[in-house]
Structures are given as structure tokens and as C-alpha cells.
């Protein structure tokens, strides 16, 4: 079990978590932590619930069911003991931690101005386990890359939560900063690229005191926690990126900066939720960007064979080059 994800619950917690079988800890996507109802696992897609003993069981009633003071523990943890300190992530409605690991949060809110003001009661939680999968973007970056620049296209990564996008984009940045053969295995060797990544929400890198904690490659810049159009801005005046990479994109100021980028010469790989191509096309935001080719690429994956699933990758009319699957698994 990953030592920063026992680090934030409460002893109670700890012990039964840190109990579960190797196997299945080796498998862990989500941990649902819900006040006194069952204790439940998301392994690899497929939901059990978890006795007071750290065993998976089928039934809910054989399960460990988390007291409030299991939670307000919990809560403690994931906010160092000051929750006001982290009132900004607490609004967004989750907490990410060390490791990369994001913990959404469910409960009671109170709204001002049709806006969230503050969580009043929190009484469910969402430990989403991040993990590095070396070699993800492997089969997918040598379509990527424009022949005779060999810099990668403007690209749109597409899925549902939870199907890779982060995983994938988080070893594109390895491979594209790392350099090294060719992807497809001839040709002249891949130069390594400068890369910048604006990570939001503090995921794909998972920073801790501003360095990285995943492999990124040797020529990678980070922006920890810094809003996607802020930094994006900020990285072309002071780095000089080759490439920028942005995750989970959808806001007007978003779009406006990824036009910045192309005008700036900086290539742009992001993502954004959808189940394919024609759902994402029904945000207006993006929508804007698809009408007017700004992404020359777009890569759809999904969960039909796992975590992962590459279902298609297109050029920028949205036509299929290739159809097959990525072989990785990981959190998004």
C-alpha cells in the first residue's frame, strides 16, 4: 500500500486499509469512505466492500462502516488541521495530497451568490489513487508527431473521469522531455523537447514543495497548483516551452490561452471529459476550439477494455487513423 495514502486516515481507517490483500492493494483505484455506511474499494473498475478485518466482501453488511468521528479525523488529515487554509480546494470540492492522489469530497454545502461558500458538514469521501505507468504513451506519441518538425500536433486527449487522460499525458511529458529512438522505432532519433505543465489541481506531477515526485523526463517545468490560463501564460514569458501540457480544460480563459500558446509557436497537449469526440463538441467552449482547428489531434480513450482504452485516434476533422487499444491502466 502506498505509504502517502495510509498517511492521511485516521488510525481506525489505516489499519483496515492497510490490511487489504497485496493483490488487491496493487490494484486500488478508489478508496469510498462514507459515514456510517460501508467502507467500499473500487478495484480496477470493479466495486467491493471492506470488513472491519481489511477483507473484501461482497455483502454491505459484513462491512466496516466509518463513524463521524472516523471523519472528522479524516478531514483533519487531508487539511493538516487547518481547513480554513484550505477553503479554495474545500469550494472545488476535493483536496488533492501527496503523491498526486486527488480526495473528492460529498456533504452538506452553503451557497452565497450561486456559488459555493464552504462545506458545512463533510460526510463522504473520494481517495482517488494516482499512479505512474512508464511506457502509457509509448504506442500513442508517434502520432502525435508532425512529420519533418517531429514536434506533436496541437492535440485534444478525450474520456470519461477516471479512463487515463491523466496517466497518458503524464508519460507523454516523460517521453516528448526525455527524447531518445524514434517511437515507431526508425528513423532518426527523437529530440528532446522543453515542457511545461500547468498542473491545476496538482496531479499529473504531483509536486511536493514545488518539485516533482513523478518521473516527468529531464527537461520538464511545473506550475504546482497554478490556474490552467494563469500559467500557461506564465510559462511562455519565463520557460519557453516547446510543449505545454494542461489537464481537464473548459473555461473560456482556457481557450483564450491554448490560442495564445499557437500564436507563441508552443505546441498544446490538454484533455477534457467526454465520452467521444461529439460529446465534448456539445461544450460550448470547446465546441469554439474544434470549429476553428486548433487541435490537429484528438485521442479518445475509454474503459471498454480497462482503464485505458485507446478508442480512436483522430486528425483535426475528426476522422479516424487508428483504432486499437493502449495496454496501460492508471488514474486520470
Not at 488510525?11 to 478508496?31: F, K, M, Q
Amino acid at each position: 500500500m502506498d505509504p502517502s495514502i495510509l498517511a492521511i486516515l485516521p488510525p481506525s481507517l489505516r489499519g483496515i486499509v492497510g490490511n487489504l490483500p497485496e493483490e488487491a492493494a496493487a490494484l486500488l483505484e478508489e478508496i469510498r469512505i462514507r459515514e456510517i455506511r460501508p467502507l467500499e474499494v473500487v478495484l480496477r473498475g470493479t466495486s467491493r466492500f471492506v470488513s472491519p478485518q481489511g477483507r473484501l466482501v461482497a455483502e454491505a453488511a459484513q462491512a466496516y462502516r466509518p463513524t463521524r468521528e472516523d471523519c472528522r479525523k479524516l478531514l483533519e488529515l487531508l487539511t493538516n488541521y487547518s481547513v480554513y487554509s484550505f477553503d479554495e480546494q474545500l469550494r472545488s470540492g476535493y483536496i488533492t495530497v501527496p503523491g498526486g492522489h486527488r480526495v473528492g469530497l460529498a456533504g452538506r454545502i452553503v451557497m452565497e451568490d450561486n456559488r459555493v461558500k464552504l462545506f458545512k458538514e463533510v460526510a463522504g469521501f473520494n481517495v482517488r489513487v494516482a499512479r505512474q505507468v512508464l511506457g502509457a504513451g509509448q504506442a500513442v506519441l508517434p502520432h502525435l508527431l508532425e512529420p519533418g518538425t517531429r514536434l506533436p500536433y496541437h492535440t485534444l486527449i478525450i474520456s470519461p473521469p477516471r479512463q487515463g487522460k491523466t496517466t497518458l499525458i503524464r508519460d507523454l511529458a516523460r517521453l516528448i522531455s526525455g527524447g531518445g529512438p524514434a517511437p515507431n522505432g526508425a528513423g532518426a532519433a527523437q529530440r528532446g523537447l522543453k515542457v511545461g505543465i500547468v498542473d491545476e489541481r496538482s496531479e499529473i506531477a504531483a509536486c511536493e514543495k514545488g518539485v516533482p515526485r513523478f518521473d516527468l523526463g529531464p527537461r520538464t517545468d511545473v506550475l504546482d497548483g497554478c490556474p490552467k490560463a494563469v500559467g500557461m501564460m506564465m510559462m511562455i514569458r519565463s520557460m519557453s516551452p516547446d510543449v505545454l501540457i494542461a489537464d481537464e480544460i473548459g473555461r473560456p480563459e482556457d481557450a483564450e490561452a491554448i490560442r495564445e500558446a499557437l500564436h507563441a509557436g508552443v505546441r498544446v497537449i490538454a484533455t477534457a471529459h467526454g465520452a467521444d469526440l461529439a460529446d465534448v463538441r456539445q461544450r460550448p467552449i470547446l465546441r469554439e476550439l474544434i470549429r476553428d482547428a486548433v487541435f490537429s489531434r484528438y485521442v479518445v480513450l475509454g474503459g471498454e477494455r480497462g482503464a485505458g482504452t485507446l478508442k480512436a485516434i483522430c486528425d483535426g476533422r475528426g476522422e479516424p487513423i487508428r483504432l486499437g487499444e493502449w495496454a496501460g491502466t492508471g488514474s486520470p
